[in-house]
């Protein structure tokens, strides 16, 4: 068998006489990977990308405290170093991500970004920008305890500025270039788990636990939005995850009516997700908080029970995984609901930890069925007297 490959596709994949090129076929598709494509981050970016930026924002730092004649910066509170690195951080990363994951879906380097769909952008964009501010608020939540009334002068904080500035914006590069839809489930678990651990942690002293969980969303509660914004956000990842997955199933399953139901309900059960969170549990809302938070139990009992016949395929051990979870969820409603052993905390507890864990192995799950029948090939490549490769 032989592929030609056009000329413009051989030299963006800048392919040399009698190299090894990788060939993977997947679904309807055939990756090639050259050694020049696999180049490490530090070959393909220059560090002017992450430097000059770092150092732009670190001179304009120096500039702002200056103007407010401020010689003694401390680590954390309302104008602080953390604030300004959380800021700086948040906007410049961010902005660094979308240049660098646009231009991997235009070189199609990077095969996620190159298939992720344009109305998925913008949340793939959000979802990045969302947990490198969660990861940096909890980073200088916990320095400011450790070193609590800790402050820097002037030049030592340009200077802890930069360092912070230029990790941030490798890192979001080299998310940009390397993320994959295995990457966006790890990001939809980081972006609740850090999301709710902060707000758990911020109101410590005022005994949520005592309440419920549904209390850290509240208006009485510190920083409420964070929590809110949490289960918001990761509800419009799941979205995204969710098309994008079911897409690429089409095309190992085509006009698959089972698989229709699946997404419609997963898509329904992240919709009710985000409600909880834009209907916090305020007295104005509780009745409607309520309700969407029993829906998400009642909608993954609906999964569960009708999970094999969605999947006809799944594992033994994911099914009995799945009814153990089941039989857990029903039994924490009945003790709940009829005979009032759990408090509301322990209940929202357990069904959050088992509902989100459930849905993070199935989304696994389906991601391995998008892999399903991939095959990897290594050839020589080949050139013909017209110029055109031949792998």
Same mark, same amino acid.
């Given at each position: ?111 996620? @970004?190159?298939?992720?769909?344009? !109305?998925? =952008?913008?949340? %793939? +964009?959000? $979802?990045?920008?969302? *947990? ?47 993320? @994959?839809?295995?990457?966006?489930? !790890?990001? =939809?678990?980081? %972006? +609740?788990? $850090?999301?709710?651990? *902060? ?65 419609? *309900? ?126």
């Amino acid at each position: 068998m032989k592929i030609e490959l056009p000329d413009k596709v051989a030299e963006q994949l800048q392919i040399n006489d009698s190299e090894d090129v990788k060939i993977e076929l997947r679904n309807h598709d055939a990756v090639l990977t050259t050694e020049a494509s696999e180049q490490s981050l530090f070959q393909r970016v220059s560090f002017w990308w992450y430097l000059v930026p770092a150092l732009a924002s670190a001179l304009a730092f120096n500039v702002f405290f200056a103007m407010k004649n401020r010689n003694q910066i401390p680590m954390s509170g309302n104008t602080s170093l953390g604030t300004t690195v959380i800021m700086a951080g948040v906007i410049i990363g961010t902005l660094l991500f979308t240049i660098f994951f646009i231009r991997g879906r235009r070189s199609q380097r990077n095969a996620f @970004s190159a298939t992720i769909y344009w !109305r998925n =952008f913008p949340v %793939v +964009i959000l $979802s990045f920008g969302l *947990i490198l501010g969660l990861g940096l608020l909890g980073v200088f939540w916990l320095l400011g305890t450790i070193f609590k009334g800790a402050t820097f002068d002037r030049l030592t904080a340009t200077i802890i500025f930069f360092i912070f500035e230029s990790m941030i914006n490798y890192i979001m590069i080299y998310a940009a270039v390397s993320t @994959s839809s295995r990457t966006l489930i !790890r990001i =939809f678990m980081l %972006v +609740i788990v $850090s999301g709710v651990i *902060i707000a758990m942690a911020t109101n410590s002293t005022r005994k949520w636990w005592q309440y419920n969980l549904s209390f850290l969303g509240t208006n009485v509660a510190n920083n409420s939005w964070q929590f809110n914004m949490t289960l918001m956000f990761s509800a419009l990842i799941m979205v995204a995850l969710i098309d994008y997955i079911f897409v690429s199933l089409n095309a190992n399953f085509p006009h698959s009516v089972r698989l229709l139901v699946l997404r419609v *309900i997963l898509t329904a059960m992240a919709v009710d997700m985000g409600a909880v969170g834009f209907f916090p549990n305020n007295s104005e809302s509780h009745i409607l908080h309520d309700h969407l938070a029993s829906f998400l139990v009642y909608f993954i009992i609906v999964l569960i029970v009708g999970i094999r016949w969605f999947l006809p395929k799944l594992p033994k051990e994911f099914l009995r995984m799945s009814y153990t979870v089941g039989a857990i969820l029903v039994t924490a409603e009945v003790l709940f609901k009829f005979v009032g052993y759990l408090s509301l905390t322990a209940y929202e507890i357990i069904g959050f930890t088992l509902t989100f864990g459930w849905v993070l192995l199935l989304l696994q799950f389906l991601q391995e069925l998008v892999d399903t029948g991939t095959r990897v090939f290594y050839v020589k490549v080949k050139s013909t007297n017209q110029g055109v490769k031949r792998p």
